[in-house]
């Protein structure tokens, strides 16, 4: 069974940078792209991006700038930096498995595993 | 980036209905389009991938339709578990983005 274990700092300050790692088991972690998703109450859900095992990275041009994904192979993890955070970052953030299926004759792109979420909180 | 717009936003029903959300795109998607299942406290877990694709699992009375622009998903005999709030997506280009939400409860 697939899962994904994700953890990080809940509570920063402004300015400071958030850092999530998201470690995935029983899944092969070089088929797939792996994601990051937050949710707030005034945004919604949001995709930050996704990386796949050989780092390239696609990512939310509203982030982009702010924004550092890498993996690291050896333990099948990856993980999420956003530097420079505010209050608008406050947000519960998942991780994400991309999957890749055939419907039709179109291969289709949904998100199939999720972990639990890690509340961040950005305050002074 | 393309927005996805979920009517109703909540709606109230009962045990045994049958049950109908709307998802439009602002641009044509063509049937790259995901719906996700909410529970209160829970990561979203995917229902129909592909517009109409039944993800492996997921129970017969939930169906999706839809192509373009306009998308449906319909619940059909309503069962306690499904109160929960229901997401649409696209994964047609990114940024993928979701819908608001749309809150089914009793």
């Known amino acids: 069974q697939v899962q994904l274990r994700q953890w990080g700092a809940g509570l920063l300050k402004p300015s400071e940078t958030l850092s999530l790692t998201c470690a995935v088991y029983?899944?092969?972690?070089?088929?797939?792209?792996w994601t990051w998703i937050r949710q707030s109450p005034g945004k919604g859900l949001e995709w930050i991006g996704e990386?796949?095992?050989?780092?390239?990275?696609h990512s939310n041009k509203s982030l982009r700038s702010r924004v550092t994904m890498s993996v690291d192979t050896s333990t099948s993890q990856f993980s999420l930096k956003l530097n420079s955070v505010t209050a608008a970052d406050t947000a519960l953030y998942y991780c994400?498995?991309?999957?890749?299926?055939?419907?039709?004759?179109?291969?289709?792109?949904?998100?199939?595993?999720w972990g639990k979420g890690t509340t961040v909180i950005v305050s002074s | 980036d393309f927005q996805m717009t979920q009517s109703p936003s909540s709606l109230s029903a009962s045990v045994g209905d049958r049950v109908t959300i709307t998802c439009r795109a602002s641009?044509?998607?063509?049937?790259?389009l995901n719906w996700y299942q909410q529970r209160p406290g829970k990561a979203p877990e995917v229902l129909i991938y592909?517009?109409?694709a039944l993800q492996g699992g997921v129970p017969s009375r939930f169906s999706g339709s839809g192509s373009g622009t306009d998308f449906t998903l319909t619940i059909n005999s309503l069962q306690p578990e499904d109160f929960a709030t229901y997401y649409c997506?696209?994964?047609?280009?990114?940024?993928?983005?979701f819908g608001q939400g749309t809150t089914v409860d009793i």
């Open positions: 994400a498995r991309g999957q890749s299926s055939l419907w039709g004759s179109e291969y289709h792109y949904y998100m199939d595993v």
């Open positions: 997506q696209q994964t047609y280009t990114t940024p993928w983005t």
């Open positions: 990386v796949n095992h050989s780092g390239t990275t």
């Open positions: 641009q044509t998607i063509s049937s790259h």
């Open positions: 592909a517009a109409s």
């Open positions: 029983g899944a092969s972690f070089s088929d797939y792209y």
